[in-house]
């Protein structure tokens, strides 16, 4: 089989590397005779994994000691739930900045568990010149005004990306599903950060949880005891059966990560591959993108066809040069390359040469101006 590059978007492709590792271990991991998914999380074979794999993490990410990596059940969508129980069991008011649809779904969720009276939005999306940019409002206030203050730093769907860290005097939970491990931040400015596996840590279903401890010292507030934050804290993230093998693949990419040379090097590979492919799409007049220059996603690459009609083709001749999944999400239409630190640079210099050609071949689009 020649090269196949998967540019989906979720569940995304795992680190070659990692695959390889895991079938060779997968029916006898460390001579054994068994699986490690079929060993018990309590045995000190797996919990060494465990704590071998919340190590690197915090290497990886360089997380103080004040923070709790917990590993969790239930994807993003968990955590919205989570979040919301953990902080409002008991009532009070949460700010959702809202960038596209995750977000959207964020705050949706909270107002399915609280009430609309408690939840108060701020839509950051303008329109400048046509572009979607990002517009950081002044957020000062009382310090008692809202329990956390929730945004989503890169929207997977719609291919925004924040980059600057938010200020604000209330502790700041991002969804970090689709960048964490991408590009380096700074732990400490955030009060907790939480990511779906599926794009850039492992399989699905997990879900990684960093909190900064003073924000656990309130009694609990969950009503659902698995997803209560004090209770994961409190049995090391094994209060029911984790999800063991998605957690020891999670701990393999933690170390593949290293091998690479940690986040700032990614963060540079990923910065080249969003470049190549932004510099196609801006030079050919078949593509477009509409989203700023400053709030381009480095993950998620959107991009429209200038002539619609040619969407399936484009798909199906992408596929058969083994480019796989770039249709664009349904609510946003066209393309969606997702470039995940698992892609290599390989694979994006395949879809450039391949855009390039379509371009030439189908010759659609007015030409640009330089
Ligand atoms: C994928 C994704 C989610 C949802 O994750 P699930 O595991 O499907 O619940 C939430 N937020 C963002 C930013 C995502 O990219």
């Known amino acids: ?9 979720g569940p995304a492709m795992l680190p070659a590397p990692v695959m390889a590792k895991a079938r060779q271990e997968f029916i006898d991991w460390q001579g054994m005779g068994v699986s490690v998914m079929e060993i018990s999380h309590r045995s000190k074979e797996f919990i060494q994994v465990a704590k071998m794999a919340e190590a690197d993490l915090r290497e990886l990410m360089d997380i103080p000691d004040n923070y709790h990596v917990l590993f969790m059940h239930g994807g993003g969508r968990g955590q919205f739930a989570a979040v919301v129980n953990n902080f409002m069991g ?18 949706k969720e909270a107002v399915r568990i609280t009430s609309p009276e408690q939840i108060d939005t701020i839509e950051l999306i303008q329109f400048v010149d046509d572009l979607k940019t990002v517009q950081l409002p002044q957020l000062d206030g009382d310090a008692e005004q809202y329990r956390y ?20 005097p209330w502790p700041v939970v991002a969804d970090m599903s689709s960048t964490i491990l991408s590009r380096e931040i700074d732990v400490s400015r955030f009060g907790l950060i939480y990511a779906g596996a599926q794009k850039n840590i492992g399989p699905s279903g997990l879900a990684i949880v960093i909190v900064r401890d003073d924000l656990l010292k309130l009694p609990s507030m969950s ?25 020891y693949l999670a701990g393999e990419v933690f170390k593949w990560l290293k091998e690479v040379g940690g986040v700032k090097v990614i963060e540079s590979i990923n910065t080249r591959k969003a470049e190549l ?82 371009s030439a071949r189908y010759a659609c689009g007015e030409p640009k101006s330089a």
């Not at 089989?1 to 978007?9: I, L, R, T």
């Not at 203050?149 to 604000?168: A, K, M, R, S």
């Not at 200038?306 to 484009?314: M, P």
């Open 90 to 107: 008991n009532g009070g008011r949460a700010l959702y900045l809202l960038s596209g649809q995750w977000s959207q779904a964020a705050a």
């Open 223 to 247: 009503q659902a005891a698995i997803m209560d934050y004090r209770l994961a804290r409190d049995n090391d993230s094994m209060y029911n059966t984790p999800p063991t093998y998605a957690w």
């Open 277 to 358: 492919l932004y510099q196609c799409i801006d030079d050919l007049p078949c593509y477009s993108n509409p989203v700023a220059l400053t709030n381009r996603s480095r993950m998620n690459v959107t991009f429209q066809l200038a002539d619609e009609v040619l969407n399936e083709v484009f798909l199906q001749e992408a596929k058969g040069c083994g480019l796989l999944a770039l249709k664009g999400h349904r609510i946003v239409g066209g393309m969606r390359a997702s470039i995940y630190n698992a892609m290599p640079v390989e694979g994006v210099e395949a879809l450039v040469a391949f855009m390039r050609n379509f």
């Open 149 to 168: 203050l929730h945004y989503c730093p890169n929207e997977t769907v719609d291919g925004i990306e924040i980059f600057e860290d938010i200020d604000c």
């Open 1 to 9: 089989m020649s090269a196949v590059y998967n540019f989906c978007a």
